[in-house]
């Protein structure tokens, strides 16, 4: 166990809609990153945020956003689904930013019908 | 830019062998890597992690890693197989200074009785 809570573990919606993903960091843990793994694209960084701020962002589109709580859960918004965003989502917590270990969820399995 | 290659999707090995699984890495800065496992409907794991000390690495479940800057390679090593270690194995480079992993395409370990 990690230490890292994802909430849904499995997500099946519409295409068209939009859904919330939920990400619980490790106690402590400042720093929140979300990654999206599907078979054609691998495992992608999506977004970073530390201590409430968005710190970095990767190839995130812009039908998605997040965003940090001041108790430090992050939730992932998606919407405007789209079949090619069925996918693994993950979130990622570690202490600070810049070369700590990054601690992983399980991840929630997100699929567009 | 950081990247990572990884060489073979997939390396069957049989239980007791050596495995081996091949990264190589491309940065214009001294890399901090990784190397993460995946199994099945779970998260990512962390095995090691280099981050510029000793270049002979030794991680959890008695995986180590050797970095060799000439040949820009992070070669993850376990001299004795076990049907435990199945899996997928992802290396990764740490990206600028905020910590976000840019990961390979993973490679799937399969152990044969």
């Known amino acids: 166990d990690s230490g890292v809570t994802q909430t849904p573990k499995h997500l099946i919606t519409a295409t068209g809609q939009r859904v919330t993903l939920r990400c619980s960091p490790r106690?402590?843990?400042?720093?929140v990153y979300w990654y999206q793994q599907s078979l054609d694209q691998g495992l992608q960084f999506l977004i970073q945020?530390?201590?409430?701020?968005?710190?970095a962002k990767g190839n995130i589109l812009e039908r998605f956003s997040a965003q940090q709580f001041p108790d430090l859960h992050s939730e992932l918004n998606l919407s405007s689904l789209e079949l090619g965003d069925s996918a693994l989502y993950f979130c990622a917590s570690s202490p600070q930013t810049g070369g700590a270990e990054a601690f992983f969820g399980q991840g929630t399995r997100l699929t567009v019908v | 830019a950081q990247s990572v290659t990884q060489l073979g999707s997939h390396v069957s090995v049989s239980e007791g062998a050596l495995v081996l699984l091949r990264c190589n890495y491309s940065?214009?800065?001294?890399?901090?890597l990784f190397w993460y496992v995946q199994y099945p409907n779970q998260g990512l794991q962390l095995l090691l992690k280099?981050?510029?000390?000793?270049?002979l690495v030794k991680g959890i479940n008695g995986f180590e890693a050797e970095f060799k800057k000439s040949e820009t390679s992070f070669h993850l090593t376990k001299p004795s197989a076990h049907m435990s270690d199945a899996a997928e194995y992802f290396c990764?480079?740490?990206?600028?200074?905020?910590?976000?992993?840019?990961f390979g395409k993973g490679t799937k370990l399969s152990v044969k009785p």
């Open positions: 940065s214009s800065v001294p890399p901090y």
């Open positions: 990764a480079v740490l990206k600028g200074s905020q910590g976000n992993l840019i």
């Open positions: 106690s402590g843990d400042l720093s």
């Open positions: 280099y981050t510029s000390a000793a270049t």
């Open positions: 945020y530390y201590n409430g701020e968005e710190r």
